[in-house]
């Protein structure tokens, strides 16, 4: 039995919680993840037994078309989420706080994230950050709101980090180290560790009692999380944590010539797909 049916077998008809992924780290289970943006794609997910959608930030590059995730505001993402919740019935629907949304202080954190649980019907949300952002997480934590904590790339600072690099080595590795443990503390429910060390990710993982959930952080993580695109092969040059397992791009290209010969030719619309 794979762990997201497992997973699922604890939510039959209705959603699945925080509670469920705490319990699924307990048994041992590995679940994965992968970002939604539209009710359609969600509801492709949803039934193939994903039990958690993210709605992440990345819509800036791979939705609106921009070069990062910084130009991204929480009225672009309202929408993506609330139609992603739609789509789903049974995954839980985590959104992205963009960036700007919540670093300035605990208040404007919660008011963020009060208009994603109430106008868009999210679940959760993710935020970036390790000590700097505790407040923000007790604060949320305390308000109701469930937290998913983002460690190492985090994309809203690359600016910092001068590009996107691999994080975590050597000293750094022991500050991220209790940066984890300060946001279990704090109240998050899960953590995504983002391009960091094999190692290093796996003693987070053995270290905490909330799910890691792994992006280019090797296999020993609780969890997997991947941008749909970059999975089903829409993104031309993935990272190399990447496995794309389609060439949905390629699948397009086809389609779409095939229809535009159709079309020159007179062949479509045929008689069958005219209405008498």
Partial sequence: MSSSTTLYGGAQGRRVTVRDLAAAKERGERWAMLTAYDAMTARVFDEAGIPVLLVGDSAGM??????????VTVDDLLPLTAAVVRGSSRALVVADLPFGSYQASPAQALESAARFMK???????????GRRILPQVETLVSAGVPVMAHLG????????FGGYRVQGRGQAGDELMADAKDLERAGAFSVVLECVPGDLAQRVTTSLAIPTIGIGAGAATDAQVLVWQDLMGLTPRPAKFVKQYADLAATM???????????????????EHTYL
């Fill in 62 to 71: 791979v939705v609106y078309g921009h070069e990062s995730t910084l130009p």
């Fill in 119 to 129: 106008e868009a019907g999210a679940h959760a949300v993710k935020l970036e950050g």
């Fill in 153 to 160: 790339l985090t994309p809203q600072s690359v600016n910092v």
């Fill in 253 to 271: 290209d086809r389609a779409a010539r095939a229809y535009a010969d159709d079309v020159r030719s007179g062949a479509f619309p045929s008689p």
